[in-house]
């Protein structure tokens, strides 16, 4: 049985820097790709940032770019979203979600992902 185990987040003030870490586990087949979401009010289920696990570059919601940075590492299964620059409203719970087996399509939508972890509070204050 597939399960994503997240880590990171926490509290900071506006400006600062968290790191957030997601490992799948439970099936020997790669992730076909891998993305992070987050949920909070005005914020239901949107893409962050996605990556196919094959290789390729990671794709970011526009309100990341610049801010968001996403690595991952391949044969471990593990990607890490390093956010710089955190504002108020990035307060939200945090959700690193993974598709196996097939593209499921966009990678910021969450729809093309079927295994979701528990989420990661983040929390910044101005």
């Known amino acids: 049985q597939e399960r994503l185990v997240e880590s990171g987040g926490g509290s900071v003030q506006a400006g600062g820097s968290l790191r957030l870490s997601c490992v799948a586990f439970?099936?020997?087949?790669?992730?076909?790709?891998m993305g992070w979401f987050r949920q909070g009010p005005g914020l239901e289920g949107q893409g962050v940032a996605g990556?196919?696990?094959?290789?390729?570059?990671?794709v970011y919601a526009d309100s990341a770019k610049g801010r968001f940075w996403h690595s991952a590492d391949f044969a471990q299964n593990t990607m890490t979203l390093q956010m710089y620059n955190l504002k108020p409203e990035d307060t939200s719970l945090y959700y690193c979600?993974?598709?196996?087996?097939?593209?499921?399509?966009?990678?910021?939508?969450?729809?093309?992902?079927?295994?979701w972890g528990q989420g990661t509070q983040v929390t910044v204050s101005s």
């Open positions: 439970g099936n020997s087949a790669r992730p076909f790709h």
């Open positions: 979600a993974a598709q196996w087996g097939f593209y499921g399509g966009d990678l910021l939508s969450p729809t093309s992902y079927s295994q």
């Open positions: 990556v196919v696990m094959r290789g390729g570059n990671a």
